[in-house]
């Protein structure tokens, strides 16, 4: 049976307003140094018409590895492209970042104990590129065997460096989390022996360190991918990423209970399961794309974000949420990240995110590996990027309560107008697989329809019957919607739906 969706023109109860970068992302360190991330899909992985081999588990992640070279952060195109998502967090981080050494000195050496280095010429260019799409920068710092050994307490040495370069460039760090995913000790890379005591120690110590010489730096923590905490939030049943099940782990509470320096921010990681590579290890977690707009998948954002509020509520009560990792799939995203499939996926954790808390959400990643908003390499803009672009185009910062219960076919989401106007910002999303949804508008309206023009796995997204690709020059298409008058209008299936009215 297709659903009926009718909009208000008013009288929707106002839940909170958002900040205003709430759509921000990642660049992983190890983008900016050089070195091993997730391996590329082929065309017709992409396409679905090709099996993604199982890998050698034997090689550890290795299998699923590929090598990079550091991406080309002065690029126009990238810069030009990013700087189109307005203001936003940078997150540098990721494993890589806690084995990295800081040569700022030109040494060209990697020191025992760490896993990559760092330059100066790469790390200034990353700051230009902060500086150049009006950004503000949150990292992680280096704690590995290189650093300190597990009995010994963490030192700033290697933050020092990064810290002082940064402030005297003219783009200071902003905020900062000890350490990527520090549930997962030993895939993490900590020093050899370490322990959540040890954690807690030396993330006090890190804090104090900050406050003490950057006392404007916002403290975020403890940026986990807690399995306990969701399985907590989901009635006993496994969740999140799926990783973080098999390999040795710790809970948020582990981490953090005992710790004498509060956080300002509270942070978790989000993903919609495994990723095919992952899938023959954690077969419970992997979703194929059949179930891709299922209700139990879209649905994962918004119970992540219910799972976590209560640790945030413990550990900093009244603080934002910030998800400093987020994708639609642990282990680099699914085969369809990178096409038109994946946009209810993102527009829906958008919607569903907004509605339980106010926050920021950091897309792994902006330029890297099938998830990224930009195809690496050539930063060619994928339909995610558009669907990015549109929301923040259409939706503004105040959330209300759409009075439309979410159900399979018709995901609701009211906000303000961004452009500021009196009115609302509707977003419907129609996850059915077969029926219409009937959208009844009040009055005239703006109409922004988004479709795969009859391909779910299209690598294009189609604006009310035009594709968004790059012009010459790498002009951007058009993002003006189609004025539609009051009545009654189909979201076919698969379809979503800006109506501002």
């Known amino acids: 049976m297709s659903n009926n969706v009718k909009l208000k023109t008013g009288g929707l109860t106002v839940l909170r307003e958002m900040n205003p970068a709430m759509i921000s992302y990642n660049i992983e360190m190890t983008e900016v140094s050089g070195g091993t991330f997730w391996r590329a899909y082929t065309p017709g992985q992409i396409a679905g018409t090709e099996e993604v081999p199982a890998p050698d588990f034997r090689q550890g992640f290795a299998s699923m590895h590929q090598w990079y070279d550091p991406i080309d952060t002065t690029n126009p195109r990238l810069i030009k492209l990013a700087k189109e998502l307005g203001p936003v967090w940078i997150r540098v981080s990721g494993t890589w970042a806690t084995k990295t050494y800081y040569d700022f000195d030109g040494t060209g050496i990697t020191p025992e104990g760490y896993q990559s280095r760092l330059t100066k010429e790469q790390w200034i260019n990353l700051l230009n590129f902060v500086k150049a799409v009006g950004g503000r920068l949150l990292i992680s710092v280096s704690n590995c065997e290189g650093l300190h050994s597990a009995d010994e307490p963490w030192n700033p040495s290697e933050a020092e460096k990064i810290f002082a370069l940064s402030a005297e460039h003219g783009v200071p760090i902003s905020a900062v989390e000890f350490t990527n995913e520090p549930n997962m000790m030993e895939m993490t890379g900590f020093p050899k022996g370490y322990t959540p005591a040890d954690f807690r120690r030396d993330q006090d110590l890190f804090h104090k360190w900050v406050r003490a010489n950057y006392p404007d730096v916002i403290v975020v923590g403890p940026s986990t991918c807690d399995a306990d905490a969701l399985a907590q939030g989901m009635g006993g049943e496994a969740g999140g990423a799926g990783i973080a099940d098999i390999i040795p782990s710790c809970t948020t509470g582990e981490l953090l209970d005992g710790c004498t320096e509060p956080l300002d921010v509270f942070s978790y990681h989000y993903y919609n399961g495994v990723s095919e590579r992952m ?12 179930e891709a707009t299922s209700e139990q998948y879209l649905g994962m954002a918004g119970l992540c974000a219910r799972a976590f509020a209560p640790y945030r509520d413990k550990y900093c009560p009244g603080a934002e949420m910030w998800v400093t990792e987020s994708g639609d799939a642990g282990a680099g995203g699914h085969t369809w990240a990178s096409t038109y499939l994946e946009v209810q996926r993102t527009l829906n954790e958008f919607g569903s995110f907004s509605a339980v808390t106010n926050g920021v959400i950091f897309h792994n990643t902006l330029a890297s590996s099938d998830y990224g ?31 439309e219960p979410i159900r399979e076919g018709a995901h609701v989401y009211a906000h303000s107008r961004a452009d500021g106007k009196d009115g609302i910002a509707y977003l419907v999303i129609n996850n059915s697989k077969t029926e219409a949804t009937t959208v009844e508008l009040p009055k005239d309206a703006v109409k922004y ?18 594709p968004l690709t790059l012009g010459e020059g790498d002009t951007l298409p058009s993002l003006d919607g189609e004025c539609v008058k009051a009545g009654s209008y189909e979201i076919a299936p698969g379809a979503c739906c800006f109506f501002v009215i």
């Open 279 to 290: 899938e023959p290890l954690c077969p419970s977690a992997y979703t194929p794309p059949s």
């Open 373 to 403: 908003y930009l195809q690496h390499g050539t930063f060619e803009p994928r339909p995610s990027y558009f669907a990015a672009l549109l929301w923040n185009k259409v939706m503004g910062l105040s959330v209300l309560d759409a009075a």
């Open 449 to 466: 329809y988004l479709d795969g023009n009859g391909d779910m796995r299209s690598k294009v997204m189609y604006l009310n019957g035009k």
